[in-house]
């Protein structure tokens, strides 16, 4: 299939008109990758699917609300946009202003964003400003500037960025065939997505589109879990550099989506993202980032409490159940060579070699 981005795809439900010119890179048409060993480690009813958003243009989920936000941006006139980022919206706002041919500032906290992130944003041409503090600072700050001047914000706060996500859901369905899984889990940060993903499914239901809607279930690290102990987390600390976030600013809607699906927004530690996170790459091969993993985290954890236990499925006799995998694991590579096993150094030599796979013994040769 020919992909031509979210909006041309799901144009009846995006706020554009004949007149606007579409800024995209195609994003959007992602994998739903079947997840048979990771079910079968998990519980012996779950039937996991991945929502591989990895494969998005810039590499993460923000691609979805980017591709509406500047081209909203551009239509409304601005020549500048402006983000706070945890880095995977500094990276996919640098890549769509660049095409739209308009400035770009990021605000991003020093030292707290993950290698490639990075990396796109300056390659992009965006202005990459680090400030002394978190992404609830940056948030804070970016706002207020795009308050007071000529700029526009690009943030999830922008109601075109939840426009362009909710097509995550829509493909979700699509793939199922008019059927919405059990179960949708999704790492939470600043909130916007799980927004987003809601919206998508009840307007996909009230159009028709679907059946049923899914129960959501949202994941933050336990460092960074606002929602989840019922205040804003003054100084968040996660591994998953990604949900960083003490005050998400979608923390109500994130509440509405929970309550009104009949689902759960819990929390796991960074030893059960990272175990989520090797996981994912040792028994599935899909190479997400720690993040992203907070979704599998999630999933486990709650199957461990016997949570799924007495769940009836609406379409199989399988309880099935989508992980958005938010963003792809080469965006981090520190975190990536920091959990795996060190590669070895050896002689050049055939014995070498031998000994160093493990074919040096007679029963393996
Ligand atoms: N996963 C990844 C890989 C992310 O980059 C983010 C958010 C999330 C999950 C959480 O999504 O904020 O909508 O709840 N990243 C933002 C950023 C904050 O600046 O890139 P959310």
């Not at 946009?81 to 500032?105: D, E, L, M, P």
């Not at 993040?291 to 949570?307: C, N, Y």
Request: glycine share 8%; hydrophobic share 45%; net charge negative.
């Amino acid at each position: 299939m020919l992909r031509h981005g979210v909006i041309h795809r799901y144009r009846k439900f995006m706020p554009v008109s004949e007149a606007t010119r579409v800024i995209t890179l195609n994003e959007g048409s992602t994998p739903m990758v079947p997840a048979y060993n990771l079910s079968a480690l998990i519980h012996p009813r779950l039937e996991i699917w991945l929502k591989y958003e990895g494969l998005n243009p810039t590499g993460s989920f923000k691609d979805r609300g980017m591709t509406v936000a500047i081209t909203k941006a551009v239509e409304e006139g601005f020549q500048a946009v402006c983000c706070a980022s945890t880095g995977n919206t500094s990276a996919s706002a640098a890549a769509y202003a660049a095409r739209a041919g308009i400035k770009c500032a990021v605000l991003i906290p020093e030292g707290k964003i993950a290698l490639g992130k990075l990396s796109q944003a300056m390659i992009h041409g965006a202005r990459v400003i680090q400030i002394k503090g978190n992404f609830d600072d940056a948030l804070r700050l970016v706002r207020d500037v795009a308050e007071k001047y000529p700029i526009a914000l690009v943030n999830s706060v922008n109601p075109y960025r939840i426009e362009g996500q909710k097509s995550g859901a829509f493909e979700i369905v699509d793939d199922f065939q008019g059927v919405a899984p059990d179960f949708q889990a999704m790492p939470v940060g600043n909130a916007g997505n799980i927004t987003a993903y809601w919206k998508g499914y009840k307007e996909y239901k009230a159009a028709g589109m679907a059946e049923n809607l899914p129960r959501m279930l949202g994941f933050q690290a336990a460092g960074a879990a606002p929602i989840v102990l019922g205040h804003p987390v003054e100084n968040p600390q996660t591994f998953a550099t990604a949900i960083r976030i003490g005050n998400p600013a979608s923390w109500k809607s994130a509440e509405t989506a929970r309550d009104e699906s009949g689902g759960v927004i819990g929390m796991v530690t960074d030893h059960q993202i990272r175990e989520a996170y090797e996981l994912l790459a040792r028994s599935e091969g899909v190479f997400a980032e720690p993040a992203s993993a907070a979704s599998v985290a999630g999933v486990v954890k709650l199957a461990e409490s016997g949570f799924f236990d007495d769940v009836r499925p609406i379409a199989s006799d399988h309880i099935r159940l989508v992980c958005i995998l938010t963003g792809h694991g080469l965006k981090d590579p520190d975190s990536a060579i920091r959990v795996a096993e060190e590669p070895i150094t050896i002689e050049a030599r055939e014995e070498d070699v031998l000994d160093a796979i493990g074919l040096a013994e007679p029963a393996l040769a």
